[in-house]
């Protein structure tokens, strides 16, 4: 059997309802011998007699009646799915699952996507906060804001875009230069009292912690190992720490760009900079990405394209770096 289009199923419940033919062509603003001949055609086709007729009545036969009771059916599904779909083009609606980290999925991730649902009232937006990146097909997200690019075992099963650039830059408050000194070069910083923050899984118990920061003129790369007696889990104990003048960090622009504004924090050698930790969108692959979820990326991208957390001037600085000193290779 010959599958039913929608045109028949529309033609079959208005010569039920108008009870002729002549009525239902002119319900349907056909010629009468239009609606004989499409009648014929699809009663053929079902190899069924969908009505009986006389030259002074007709009649829905039984397996009329059949079709016409799925009729209805299929045409209201037809007519709320159209207007599902018509709404979804005009009005955002329906859940978003995200994850970020949580010292800028609280700072900058949650600012965003609120006032983009203050936007879209109908959309429902969850956005869980970790420091570990989720199974995010697995646990049903539709993408994570993360500060560093994840290798995925099966890198085709995964997307992943820059969303924005970022560092993670050297700082300390002035009373802990005017105590302990400003390094002029990497090297000296294995003599500070440096802070770490021990964040991604990275082993507590080690001692030290190997820095490796990068030339922003020449690109060079220099490594050194520091240490100190005050190491945290927490960026945010880290960032106090430093803040009331116990040493050096490296921590992320987007994190104290204010204190660096104020001169809370000074930037130390100000040439330097761990470039690990821009700002990518990871997500499952899909063959096609809803709409509400392409919006918001790009709604994300607009607000952090600027690089909001980045101080105009770089920052203050605590001295410039000693003149014509190379970074240890």
């Known amino acids: 059997m010959n599958s039913l289009e929608r045109s028949d199923l529309e033609l079959v419940l208005a010569i039920r309802e108008h009870?002729?033919?002549?009525?239902?062509?002119?319900?349907?603003?056909?010629?009468?011998?239009?609606?004989?001949?499409?009648?014929?055609?699809?009663?053929?086709?079902l190899g069924q007699r969908l009505f009986d007729r006389t030259t002074r009545r007709l009649s829905v036969s039984a397996e009329g009646e059949a079709v016409c009771r799925h009729a209805i059916d299929l045409l209201q599904g037809f007519a709320a799915l159209e207007s599902e779909l018509g709404e979804r083009q005009n009005e955002l609606?329906?859940?978003?699952?995200?994850?970020?980290?949580?010292?800028?999925?609280?700072?900058?991730?949650?600012?965003?996507?609120?006032?983009?649902?203050?936007?879209?009232?109908?959309?429902?937006?969850?956005?869980?906060?970790?420091?570990?990146?989720?199974?995010?097909?697995?646990?049903?997200?539709?993408?994570?804001?993360?500060?560093?690019?994840?290798?995925q075992r099966h890198a085709a099963d995964w997307t992943s875009r820059r969303i924005a650039r970022n560092q993670r830059v050297l700082a300390a408050s002035p009373a802990y230069l005017a105590r302990r000194g400003t390094p002029a070069s990497v090297d000296e910083l294995a003599g500070h009292d440096c802070l770490v923050a021990r964040e991604n899984g990275e082993a507590p118990r080690q001692e030290s912690a190997l820095w490796t920061l990068r030339h922003g003129?020449?690109?060079?790369?220099?490594?050194?190992?520091?240490?100190?007696?005050?190491?945290s889990n927490s960026g945010e104990m880290v960032r106090d720490w430093c803040l009331a003048g116990h040493g050096i960090m490296l921590r992320?622009?987007?994190?104290?760009?204010?204190?660096?504004?104020?001169?809370?924090?000074?930037?130390?050698?100000?040439?330097?900079?761990?470039?690990?930790?821009?700002?990518?969108?990871?997500?499952?692959?899909?063959?096609?990405?809803?709409?509400?979820?392409?919006?918001?990326?790009?709604?994300?991208?607009?607000?952090?394209?600027?690089?909001?957390?980045?101080?105009?001037?770089?920052?203050?600085?605590?001295?410039?770096?000693?003149?014509?000193?190379r970074p240890p290779r």
């Open 252 to 325: 992320s622009l987007w994190d104290i760009a204010p204190q660096l504004a104020s001169g809370e924090l000074l930037r130390v050698l100000p040439n330097h900079s761990m470039p690990d930790a821009d700002i990518h969108w990871m997500a499952p692959w899909r063959p096609k990405t809803p709409r509400r979820v392409r919006l918001l990326l790009d709604h994300l991208a607009e607000q952090f394209r600027g690089e909001p957390w980045k101080p105009s001037a770089g920052g203050v600085s605590a001295s410039r770096e000693r003149p014509g000193s």
């Open 217 to 231: 003129r020449d690109g060079s790369t220099a490594r050194v190992r520091v240490q100190g007696p005050l190491s």
């Open 93 to 151: 609606r329906g859940p978003v699952r995200l994850a970020a980290t949580f010292g800028f999925g609280r700072r900058w991730v949650g600012p965003a996507i609120a006032a983009f649902q203050a936007k879209h009232p109908a959309l429902r937006i969850e956005l869980q906060l970790t420091e570990r990146l989720p199974d995010l097909g697995a646990e049903g997200f539709d993408g994570a804001l993360w500060l560093w690019e994840v290798q």
């Open 19 to 45: 009870g002729s033919l002549a009525g239902a062509a002119q319900a349907l603003e056909v010629v009468p011998s239009v609606v004989t001949k499409r009648l014929g055609a699809l009663e053929a086709r």
